[in-house]
């Protein structure tokens, strides 16, 4: 039987099948990303948001934007909540500082960050600017992240940028040495970074991340639970040879970045400085040795010391810098960042500041050690001091600064102001020299696996050492250490020192008007009048309510100004009238004025609120007999 003959010829789809075929999948996506928007799953990347309800009208860098470069860290680094408005004003003078660890201020606080004391140098020499200084400094970041950031931070209209950024081009997140490293493609990063702004990625990553999870005997997360820390658990492919090609994808990654950071910048017209790197090269060996021929970074090392010893200086310190530059454990920037951070200023036209050689030239010998540096790269107090001066001088040079008039003042006046005024105190010296313990009381620093005895050894002997403790512990968080310490020397009658403790708080926080009533309070309990109304009329420049109204009256009325006091004692009535003291006080401005009709007034309103205050009552019964 014959077989019918099959229609071999090939089907032709019209072109609107293939269209639908192709918009399926898309439509798929786009439906499911929104519904996982509207339903809040994952992250929200935006760079800057408002996340505390006491500043509804300030952005900060958002707190959560580090899960977005690391991969597999439990600890994540935080950011820095350094607040600025969201509507700039026409006073403002706004500046964005892009960076690492040191940038950020680690070990310290904020408040010794070199951002915080250029922030308020600047304040200080042009007192009718409002000085806005963000800090973005993250720890165990790169130029990867920076990049990232910098068109939020475009968005912003910054007056200036600032840029310190290299040491962690090889550890840093995604960098190619990383524990967090996703390959060595430029390309493939940037899209990973981009692709984590959208939830349907962050749905199939943390799917295949939960499923790897499953075939592995490890959680795949890295934690400090084996007393590792953040240094440590950065690492991936520890060892780095001195121009391997590992060693040529750091360099490259750092120069691609940064170029495509000046670029984008330099498209929006604003104005840049750059830093070249510090680190500790002349009293921190190097962390690994590899032979090379004849020389290794340990021999260098040796060899430079040996020169030292001689009085041979710049033998000795080139030598140094060739051994730092062999350590191939790379957490100290090779001499090549610094060479690209100085030709790239000069390709793309903005201005660079050799932090380097300033180190060297305010050091012993014009060599870089511990007497600026407190680890292998990140400047003590001095040194950030030194970081913020050469940044206030260069935007002078430049004609970077503000266009309101400078303050009178002579430079040497303004200079001791700022350095009484620095919001740091003991306690905050005591934090930071518990975090230089921990991390340099294990590896690199010791062999790995080593016990921390730095930390072992340290028996707290005060209330002090007890707070910084819980600190860095994290039991508790920075300012209640601070209020902690303002209530004890309070309580030991010590009221001086109560009051620097919270005013570290009130620079930290120049906006939270409960720092400021803190120690209004704590002045006006022991009657130091002119020292609160210093802290009152700053309160009542960006918060004026019932508080500050009723203590300027109460003020005004001991230093027997009645009119002024009456004044301000009705203002604080018209935010409130339930305060039974404002009408006390009130009644007796008035009486004091002759005004007994009113003061009458007053005290009756006094004793409706408190009917059992006896000094009112009395002062009730006086104004009746007058009548």
């Given at each position: 039987m014959k077989q019918p003959e099959i229609n071999k010829e090939k089907r032709i789809y019209p072109?609107?099948?293939?269209?639908?075929?192709?918009?399926?999948?898309?439509l798929f996506f786009f439906l499911l990303e929104l519904l996982l928007n509207l339903f809040n799953y994952g992250t929200d990347y935006t760079v800057f948001t408002k996340p505390y309800s006491s500043y509804p009208y300030s952005l900060f860098l958002n707190p959560e934007i580090t899960q977005k470069y690391f991969t597999n860290v439990s600890s994540l680094p935080s950011t820095i909540a350094d607040g600025f408005s969201d509507n700039k004003s026409s006073s403002a003078y706004r500046v964005f500082v892009l960076g690492e660890s040191s940038a950020a201020g680690w070990p310290y606080e904020p408040n010794a960050s070199f951002p915080r004391i250029l922030k308020c140098k600047l304040q200080l020499y042009y007192p009718e600017s409002n000085i806005e200084v963000i800090n973005l400094g993250i720890s165990a970041i790169n130029t990867y992240t920076i990049k990232d950031l910098v068109p939020a931070v475009l968005e912003q209209k910054p007056n200036l940028i600032l840029i310190y950024t290299g040491h962690n081009e090889y550890y840093g997140a995604l960098g190619v040495a990383s524990s967090q490293n996703l390959g060595n493609s430029p390309f493939l990063i940037d899209l990973y970074i981009s692709l984590q702004d959208y939830k349907t990625f962050q749905l199939i990553n943390n799917f295949l991340n939960y499923a790897s999870s499953l075939f592995s005997s490890n959680t795949g997360k890295l934690n400090a639970s084996q007393n590792e820390t953040l240094m440590e658990r950065m690492v991936g492919n520890n060892l780095i040879a001195y121009n391997s090609d590992l060693y040529k994808e750091g360099i490259n990654q750092f120069e691609k970045n940064l170029r495509d950071i000046l670029s984008l910048i330099k498209e929006k017209n604003v104005p840049v400085i750059l830093g070249t790197l510090v680190a500790n090269i002349a009293d921190l060996k190097p962390f690994e040795s590899l032979p090379d021929d004849k020389l290794s970074a340990d021999s260098l090392f040796n060899s430079a010391k040996i020169e030292l010893s001689k009085n041979n200086l710049s033998a000795a310190k080139n030598l140094f810098y060739r051994a730092k530059d062999l350590d191939a454990l790379r957490f100290r920037a090779p001499q090549k960042i610094n060479e690209l951070i100085i030709s790239l200023s000069k390709e793309f036209d903005f201005p660079v500041i050799d932090l380097d050689q300033i180190f060297n030239a305010n050091s012993p010998n014009n060599i870089t050690g511990y007497n600026l540096t407190v680890d292998h790269l990140h400047p003590n107090v001095t040194g950030y001091k030194l970081f913020a001066d050469s940044f206030f001088d260069k935007i002078l040079q430049c004609n970077f600064q503000p266009s309101t008039p400078k303050n009178s003042f002579p430079t040497s006046k303004l200079d001791s102001i700022l350095s009484a005024e620095f919001p740091f105190t003991e306690l905050d010296s005591v934090i930071a020299s518990l975090r230089v313990k921990i991390l340099t009381g294990v590896y690199p620093f010791k062999p790995k696996g080593s016990q921390n005895l730095l930390v072992k050894n340290f028996v707290p002997k005060n209330i002090i050492d007890s707070l910084a403790i819980e600190v860095v512990d994290r039991w508790i968080i920075w300012e209640t250490a601070h209020y902690t310490l303002s209530?004890?020397?309070?309580?030991?009658?010590?009221?001086?020192?109560?009051?620097?403790?919270?005013?570290?708080?009130?620079?930290?926080?120049?906006?939270?008007?409960?720092?400021?009533?803190?120690?209004?309070?704590?002045?006006?309990?022991?009657?130091?009048?002119?020292?609160?109304?210093?802290?009152?009329?700053?309160?009542?420049?960006?918060?004026?309510?019932?508080?500050?109204?009723?203590?300027?009256?109460?003020?005004?009325?001991?230093?027997?100004?009645?009119?002024?006091?009456?004044?301000?004692?009705?203002?604080?009535?018209?935010?409130?009238?339930?305060?039974?003291?404002?009408?006390?006080?009130?009644?007796?401005?008035?009486?004091?004025?002759?005004?007994?009709?009113?003061?009458?007034?007053?005290?009756?309103?006094?004793?409706?609120?408190?009917?059992?205050?006896?000094?009112?009552?009395?002062?009730?019964?006086?104004?009746?007999?007058?009548?």
């Open positions: 072109k609107w099948f293939n269209l639908i075929l192709l918009l399926i999948p898309l209530e004890r020397y309070y309580n030991n009658g010590e009221y001086y020192k109560s009051a620097r403790e919270l005013e570290v708080l009130i620079t930290d926080r120049p906006m939270n008007p409960e720092n400021y009533k803190e120690i209004i309070n704590l002045f006006v309990s022991v009657k130091y009048y002119s020292e609160a109304l210093k802290y009152l009329n700053k309160l009542q420049s960006f918060k004026p309510d019932a508080f500050t109204y009723k203590w300027m009256g109460a003020i005004a009325l001991e230093n027997k100004d009645y009119k002024s006091a009456i004044g301000n004692l009705q203002k604080s009535l018209d935010f409130s009238q339930t305060d039974p003291q404002v009408w006390y006080n009130l009644a007796g401005a008035f009486y004091l004025d002759n005004n007994i009709n009113n003061a009458k007034y007053a005290i009756k309103r006094c004793l409706d609120l408190d009917p059992r205050n006896k000094a009112a009552y009395s002062f009730f019964q006086q104004l009746n007999s007058l009548q």
